[in-house]
């Protein structure tokens, strides 16, 4: 027996475990540990300019996913309320997913600069 509650699910405490060590692993990547303030203050301009290049690419997403479903919603009349919902969901759920695809991309971008500001030895300690 695995854990004594109702509640317990083992497939989805395996899943969040999984979730969880990718991230570790990738955290350890982009770690400043070892950089000084210097290096410090050089990963921190980077993260900043990648989150607000992030931002807008996420703001571009939302935008188009906002424009289809006003454009559904304008051809709502000859459709059942069902199929709407549907289209409407579909269109969430691929934002969602390039939204994801963005934001490990920047994590692999952020990851890679932090690398090259490491391999500087004026940033170093």
Do not use: C, W
């Amino acid at each position: 027996m695995a854990y004594a509650s109702k509640y317990y699910d083992p497939v989805k405490a395996h899943e969040y475990y999984m979730n969880y060590r990718k991230k570790g692993l990738r955290k350890k990547r982009s770690s400043t540990k070892g950089l000084s303030e210097r290096g410090k203050a050089a990963a921190k301009m980077v993260k900043e300019a990648l989150m607000e290049e992030r931002k807008a690419q996420y703001k571009a997403v939302t935008e188009q996913v906002s424009a289809k479903i006003k454009e559904l919603r304008k051809r709502m009349k000859g459709m059942s309320k069902e199929s709407i919902k549907a289209e409407v969901e579909k269109l969430r759920a691929e934002a969602k997913k390039l939204k994801t695809q963005i934001k490990e991309a920047f994590d692999e971008k952020y990851a890679q600069e932090v690398e090259q500001i490491r391999s500087d030895k004026q940033f170093r300690k």
